[in-house]
């Protein structure tokens, strides 16, 4: 696959804690260009590592700082006898035709207030992901991109030139048939009660993966289920899977540590598809339009409809530890859960094995169109991985009892172009646990964009284990229907560390409905994340920091509009969120422990109950406690004045020019019950700090003939304080 070095350069800006407590202007975020004027051109374009073979390949760039008019990327391919144009939004996946472009479609993201009346359609993503097929084996392509403005304009293009790869010989390609396997497997019907059957193929799978050279592939072929064992990779190598892998239900093929030891508890099975637990290996592909399935659950007899396109996916029973008897009968979960607690294992319901595990590999593509589903346990986990891509992926795990779709611990992970509907957290990120975890490197470096993502516990989920840091993610251009949160950061007393430098922006979040039901969500009192040894505490508390939230729409909440929970020992920090915008539906917002915050442009549209009170009765849509140095900004939704001071809606300020280097500045006064003082600020700049009684002052020191902004803020005991009223005005030359 190569090595894959270019991340999003917004990662990689030295001035990062700057940029997230730097906030557009309202009139900056949705303004439109000078007239005429070209938009700018898309950053850094590159096809995207791993994707490249003899017929396709997938490119990505980056948007420019300055995004805000761009509609849309125009795409020119040209080759020998080959030339189209295509528009991004057209992307030919299955995230977008098949549910991103119906998310538009169908209006389910807009925004509605309280009497019903639509007052803001759903925040659009920008594609900046293409799907190029059709091309001619080792052929140069020109691939050329433009970005296109309001008014069709187009910017300078940006260019590249590849090379499709040789058609692999047909000695390179196994197929798992010339090496005994059978595909007579047959899925489990859970409505009468049958469980799957088929030839046990573990074997010959894993001597067609023994023989596959370097840069071979090993393929399953299309039509037809393969009952299998656990099977392991080795590097260099691809998983072509175009049939159905399907994981026996037999709980004795995949060992256990506790077989061999008895102290060994709580620890998971052999998963179905992994590498070797010891060794490190490189440039591993697992792709193909077929499903790998776990067999872990059994399927609902009857799908829940409350989601739009919900139904599209399988769905399984929603089991635990407690149900799983009926939940998954005839399945991988139950037989494992068995088989420990017949051998006296404490924590049998722990012993249940991930779909895919991968360790210490570097270079990971996944994806193409695959279909991973029913885990016993986890999806795909990769652990101490480098460079791990997901690309055209499928995780379809809804309801399966701790279903994630991804859980990352390394560096470098790129999500684009897939599909998540799962029955946990889609994307999640593990740094340790405890005085242990600290010591190892920081998760880091992901860029998760152009995807949609139905049910599920979290979108981009950080923790519950944050010692080393989970760090530099930014989740952008992403539509989430039926999750439960779009951001989740999760960590508990006793893990250390946390998250921080995290962007999560532009947009659309719908029905956030399952599980937790809050769109944003930071809390350190996470029930089950605790180190269980004493002896591995940390002392320092988990904290959540440096994290941008700008330009989402969100069109009601099961609970909590913004639910941020520090502690008195680790306040999170330097939060912003920016061009937020809730419709009706949503409940009150939940904050406590936190400082240094920014709320610019956070509207609710609609009533806001008190989710822990009366849900009936309307409530003022902030509500925090412990909080210090907040800032509310620009057209946000005026908070409760005992959070923070209140102006009034004729709020106005006036200047009178003394002279080329003076002003002189009124205003009307603000409403607050601890009310203390004023600020004046030139942009972020403060010129000056004024008791609560003042409401007039004379700026000196001004530049003649020179443009200037200068707005006030009223600031209550604890430091919050609220934008009021600005004037602009021009000094004059004499």
């Not at 006898?81 to 993201?109: C, M, R, W």
């Amino acid at each position: 696959m190569g090595k894959f070095v270019k991340w999003p350069k917004l990662l990689l800006k030295a001035g990062l804690a700057l940029l997230l407590t730097t906030v557009l202007p309202f009139t900056t975020a949705f303004g439109n260009l000078p007239k005429n004027e070209k938009p700018s051109p898309p950053v850094a374009l590159r096809v995207l590592d791993g994707s490249l073979t003899s017929n396709e390949l997938t490119l990505i760039w980056e948007k420019p700082d300055n995004y805000q008019d761009i509609t849309d990327f125009k795409i020119v391919v040209r080759g020998p006898g080959y030339y189209h144009e295509y528009f991004a939004s057209d992307n030919p996946t299955v995230a977008n035709q098949n549910y991103i472009k119906l998310f538009y479609e169908q209006h389910i993201g807009e925004l509605k207030n309280d009497e019903g009346k639509v007052i803001r359609e759903a925040y659009k993503i920008l594609m900046h992901s293409f799907y190029v097929k059709g091309l001619k084996p080792n052929t140069e392509y020109v691939f050329s991109v433009q970005s296109v403005g309001k008014n069709g304009e187009l910017s300078v293009p940006v260019t590249i030139t590849y090379r499709t790869r040789p058609t692999i010989p047909a000695s390179n390609i196994i197929n798992i048939e010339s090496m005994g396997a059978i595909g007579d497997g047959t899925l489990a019907d859970d409505i009468n009660g049958t469980p799957s059957s088929g030839t046990l193929n573990t074997e010959a799978i894993q001597r067609a993966i023994d023989a596959c050279p370097p840069g071979g592939i090993v393929l399953v072929p299309a039509g037809k289920i393969y009952l299998t064992g656990p099977i392991t990779l080795h590097s260099n190598m691809t998983l072509l899977v175009e049939g159905t892998l399907l994981g026996t239900v037999d709980a004795n093929q995949y060992p256990n540590p506790f077989d061999t030891d008895k102290t060994r508890i709580a620890e998971k099975s052999m998963p179905l598809i992994s590498t070797p637990s010891t060794g490190t290996y490189e440039n591993i592909k697992i792709i193909g339009h077929g499903v790998i399935n776990g067999n872990g659950w059994a399927k609902v007899a009857v799908k829940e409809t409350s989601i739009p396109l919900g139904t599209t996916f399988d769905q399984y029973q929603k089991g635990n530890s407690s149900n799983i008897f009926t939940t998954a009968k005839n399945h991988l979960a139950l037989n494992q859960f068995n088989k420990y607690i017949e051998q006296g294992e404490k924590n049998a319901y722990a012993t249940r094995s991930n779909l895919i595990d991968l360790k210490n590999v570097t270079n990971v593509y996944i994806g193409d169109g695959l279909t991973v589903t029913n885990p016993s346990y986890h999806t795909i986990s990769c652990s101490n991985c480098k460079n791990v891509i997901l690309n055209q992926l499928i995780a379809s795990t809804y309801d399966c009892n701790n279903g994630d779709g991804i859980d990352f611990n390394g560096t470098g992970l790129i999500v684009v172009n897939s599909v998540f509907n799962t029955g946990d957290d889609s994307v999640n990120f593990e740094a340790g646990v405890g005085l242990a975890g600290e010591k190892n490197p920081p998760t880091e470096n992901a860029w998760i964009f152009n995807n949609y993502f139905g049910r599920g516990h979290g979108v981009v989920a950080m923790g519950s284990h944050t010692a080393a840091w989970i760090q530099n993610i930014l989740a952008e251009d992403n539509v989430i229907n039926g999750n439960a949160v779009g951001l989740r950061g999760k960590s508990q007393s006793g893990n250390g560390g946390g998250a921080r430098n995290i962007i999560f922006r532009d947009s659309a979040l719908a029905n956030i409905t399952d599980n937790d039901g809050s769109p944003f969500l930071l809390t350190v009192a996470y029930s089950s994340a605790p180190p269980t040894d004493l002896s591995n505490w940390a002392p320092d508390e988990p904290t959540f920091h440096d994290i941008l939230i700008k330009n989402c729409t969100v069109n009601g909440t099961k609970k909590y509009a913004i639910l941020i929970q520090g502690s008195p020992d680790g306040y999170d920090y330097n939060l912003t969120f920016d061009n937020i915008y809730f419709g009706a539906g949503t409940y009150q917002t939940k904050m406590a422990y936190l400082k240094n915050c920014t709320f610019n442009n956070v509207v609710f549209y609609g009533s806001t109950p008190n989710y822990d009170g009366n849900k009936k009765v309307p409530v003022n849509p902030w509500f925090a406690t412990n909080a210090s140095s907040l800032m509310f900004k620009g057209i946000t939704t005026s908070p409760d004045p005992f959070l923070a001071p209140n102006w009034p809606v004729d709020s106005k300020v006036v200047a009178t020019i003394i002279n080329r280097k003076e002003v002189n500045i009124t205003w009307s006064p603000a409403v607050d019950r601890t009310f203390t003082k004023y600020l004046i600020k030139n942009g972020d700049e403060t010129v000056a700090i004024l008791n609560a009684d003042t409401i007039s002052y004379t700026i000196t020191g001004l530049l003649p003939n020179k443009d200037y902004q200068f707005t006030i803020y009223a600031v209550n005991e604890e430091n919050n304080m609220t934008e009021g009223p600005s004037v602009f005005f021009k000094t004059t030359n004499k």
